[in-house]
């Protein structure tokens, strides 16, 4: 077998080889859809108009598709249980209040949650989940394992998306479900989604 032979059945196995290379753990799966901006679409769909955040990486791009829709007003919040009376006073005002956090912010709205519960208030709640696939900061394990947990123990209907494609269906079925019902409903969006995989990839957020 000739010297060029050789090399040309070398270089394929090497790419063959390459080619069953895994992903990094934590990388978001593929997608053929922007979550964000379909889940942005079902938000507007149903008439969401109050938008109550903070700041969070992970739903970076919700928070400017929302900032830049003329039909929502976006208010940053300085921690997450401030987001339950936003969402109490708009829906007394004719207004439907979505809130974006992190399952570590999850911990701080617990106790007010209960408003929600005994007044009839219906809210939807998106978390970007941490403390699960691969996550990288030990601190936010706790908070996240115990998230689905927590919000049911509080008669919030949990649902989650486990890759990209299925946000905009589980954020449309907890809407219908949470104005429908009155009662709030919140959509855990897998760390596989979001695919945070170090403390500089974060920062770099």
């Given amino acids: 077998m000739g010297r060029h032979r050789i090399r040309q059945q070398r270089g394929a196995a090497g790419r063959g080889a390459r080619g069953l290379e895994s992903r990094p753990l934590n990388a978001p799966l593929p997608a053929a859809v922007d979550w964000s901006l379909a889940a942005h679409q079902v938000l507007s769909r149903h008439g969401f108009s109050v938008v109550g955040y ?8 919700m928070i400017e598709l929302c900032q830049a829709d003329a039909r929502m007003r976006t208010v940053v919040m300085t921690t997450e249980e401030e987001g339950v009376g936003l969402a109490t006073g708009a829906w007394l005002g004719g ?39 691969g996550e990288f900061n030990p601190w936010q394990v706790p908070m996240g394992q115990a998230t689905p947990d927590v919000l049911r123990a509080m008669g919030v209907t949990v649902q989650h998306a486990d890759s990209a494609a299925e ?35 974060q920062t770099a957020r």
């Fill in 95 to 133: 207004a439907k209040t979505v809130l974006l956090m992190q399952s570590s912010g999850v911990g701080n709205i617990i106790n007010a949650l209960g408003m929600l519960r005994e007044c009839r208030i219906p809210a939807l709640i998106l978390v970007t989940m941490r403390g699960e696939y």
């Fill in 54 to 61: 903070v700041p969070d990486g992970g739903q970076k791009r």
């Fill in 167 to 201: 946000v905009a269906e589980q954020v449309d079925a907890a809407a219908r479900l949470a104005l429908g019902s009155y009662q709030c409903a919140a959509v855990l969006i897998s760390q596989r989604v979001i695919g945070i995989k170090s403390f500089q990839d």
